[in-house]
């Protein structure tokens, strides 16, 4: 573990001196690419100082009470100790935390794609209770929120809905949403009061860059078409709306969330471009569930992740057996603690696998 650290105290001294080149400057992408990076290893050189000075600090103590003949002084240094050893822990954690790799998409945007599943309306109406409450989650972490697609539900909320997503560590945080999500309470529509049990699946795709993947237009089919719901003359009576075909893998998506039909189709495209991608990240992220038990952030749809009970009030996420009894606050976005629970989960399952210690 030493080693390791020394080696990113090295680099973080390599790449400060490489941003203070005035050369540097000339490739505005490459110093953004480098500050991002100095950052991140400024926190770990930071409490690995922290840490250092701990140790001097505790070595320093333990001599005292190995040669000091003064009982007061001795008592001050077995207080110090006490209190230096609990420091030392806390310091281990918190390097631990930083030393276990991240994945390399945790920092993309993304887009949450929410569908009505079995249940009929009430299935619909759960679909915009979710798309509402990631919604606001997100506002409260100044993400932007953008619905690039919907289909509205007979009896509201929708049939399906796509939101983009942007802001730092999207997916990082948002992964841990993809799979069934299912909801028990009474609908609206229920004349005897019966608990009805309907579902809703969520699938979470990282936005895929340029270079990533590169989409030939003669292996896309264009349509266009008249937008539905709200907007007034101009959605209803303007072919704006825009479908994408990707001939070679029967990839369709659909944007209308713009007036603009050039709007739409560059939204599409992206969009396209994305679901591509995500079969790729799917392919890792299975090959990761297969050495973990909890499946956390497998790219598993089918998967029944989370029961929203609402006669008793409570949230259960099934991976991790956890359950939460703060309901209506969840779904008005106070979504944050469950996230955090499953980031742990997944970080301890990553320290194991890599056998980080001291």
């Known amino acids: ?205 990282p936005e895929a860059d340029e270079v990533e993947v590169v989409v030939n237009e003669a292996d896309i089919r264009l349509d266009v078409f008249r937008a539905s719901g709200a907007g007034g003359q101009h959605v209803n009576r303007t072919e704006s709306a825009v479908r994408l075909t990707h001939i070679p893998t029967g990839t369709v998506v659909e944007c209308q969330a713009e007036r603009s039909q050039h709007k739409n189709r560059e939204t599409a495209m992206k969009m396209l471009k994305t679901r591509i991608f995500e079969a790729a990240v799917r392919k890792h992220e299975d090959e990761i569930a297969a050495r973990r038990k909890t499946l956390v952030s497998t790219g598993d749809r089918s998967a029944k992740i989370r029961t929203y009970n609402y006669p008793q009030g409570r949230i259960t996420d099934h991976r991790i057996n956890l359950s939460v009894y703060n309901l209506d606050a969840f779904m008005g976005g106070d979504i944050g603690g469950m996230i955090d629970a499953l980031a742990v989960a997944e970080q301890s399952e990553k320290l194991k696998e890599g056998g980080l210690a001291f």
């Open 1 to 205: 573990m030493f080693s390791q650290l020394e080696n990113i105290k090295g680099k973080y001294i390599e790449v400060g001196k490489t941003l203070s080149d005035p050369a540097t400057m000339t490739d505005m992408k490459r110093f953004a690419q480098l500050n991002k990076e100095y950052k991140e290893l400024e926190k770990v050189v930071a409490i690995y100082e922290k840490y250092k000075l701990v140790l001097g600090n505790i070595d320093a103590n333990k001599k005292i009470l190995e040669t000091e003949n003064d009982e007061e002084f001795r008592d001050m240094a077995k207080n110090d100790l006490g209190q230096l050893e609990m420091g030392k822990i806390k310091l281990e954690d918190d390097l631990r935390s930083l030393l276990v790799p991240k994945e390399p998409e945790d920092d993309r945007n993304v887009l949450l794609e929410i569908r009505a599943g079995t249940g009929g309306d009430e299935a619909g109406i759960f679909a915009g209770d979710l798309a509402r409450m990631y919604t606001r989650y997100c506002e409260t972490l100044g993400w932007k929120v953008i619905i690039a697609s919907a289909s509205d539900g007979s009896a509201g909320g929708y049939k399906e809905v796509v939101l983009e997503i942007e802001g730092e560590m999207v997916y990082g945080k948002m992964k841990f949403e993809s799979g069934v999500h299912r909801v028990q309470r009474i609908p609206l529509t229920e004349a005897k009061g019966r608990v009805h049990t309907s579902a809703v699946t969520v699938a979470v795709l």
